[in-house]
Antibody
């Protein structure tokens, strides 16, 4: 069974940076496209970013483009989300998930990011 | 940007059928995926590519997609089906993934 575990969340001041990690077990991440999805408190799901499996092409929501960077370290079987210039509205639970033909079959349990002064 | 519209809430009695809609411009030309999210938990994929159930998802869950609306149908609804449901597509024109706003299913 594929297991994804996110880490790196926490309380951060506006304007600061944070890096989230997503570590996988029972699956080799380099073989998969991966994605980050977030959910603000009491709100719906918002797609954040995706990275393709082979070429490593990256895609970003307009709300984070230029501030967030998705990447992967195949040697560590880990997916990352580098978040810079954080804003109050970036406060959310951040989930990583695998991508299969456009759907997201496997999800982690999420890590909470709170942006507040 | 592409928009998916869902009703905020749907209520249904146990044993009855719940239908959750997901509207979008010519959404029938896209592959629609559906997720169930119970309180405090991560989302779970319940239907992909309009109408395909992942392994372990009960046959009571089914989907369809045509024209400007996709639907998720839950037959013989149980108390355990109470959750938020989200539709999702990949919009090739914007190279973005889009989620609907979500529908809260209440089992009366």
């Amino acid at each position: 069974e594929v297991q994804l575990v996110e880490s790196g969340g926490g309380l951060v001041q506006p304007g600061r940076s944070l890096r989230l990690s997503c570590t996988a077990s029972e699956v080799t991440l380099r073989n998969f496209a991966m994605t980050w999805v977030r959910q603000a408190p009491g709100k719906g799901l918002e797609w954040v970013s995706s990275i393709s499996g082979s070429v490593g092409s990256t895609y970003y929501a307009d709300s984070v483009k230029g501030r967030f960077t998705i990447s992967r370290d195949n040697s560590k079987n880990t997916l990352y989300l580098q978040m810079n210039s954080l804003r109050d509205e970036d406060t959310a639970i951040y989930y990583c998930a695998t991508v299969s033909s456009g759907s997201f079959p496997y999800w982690g349990q999420g890590t909470l990011v709170t942006v507040s002064s | 940007s592409y928009v998916l519209t869902q009703p905020p809430s749907v209520s249904v009695a146990p044993g009855k059928t719940a239908i959750i809609t997901c509207g979008g411009n010519n959404v029938g030309s896209k592959n629609v995926h559906w997720y169930q999210q119970k309180s405090g938990q991560a989302p779970v994929l319940v239907v992909y590519d309009d109408a395909v159930r992942p392994s372990g998802i009960p046959e009571r869950f089914s989907g369809s997609n045509s024209g400007n609306a996709a639907t998720l149908t839950i037959s013989r609804v149980e108390a355990g089906d109470e959750a938020d449901y989200f539709c999702q597509v990949w919009d090739s024109s914007s190279v973005h993934t889009v989620f609907g706003g979500g529908t809260k299913l209440t089992v009366l």
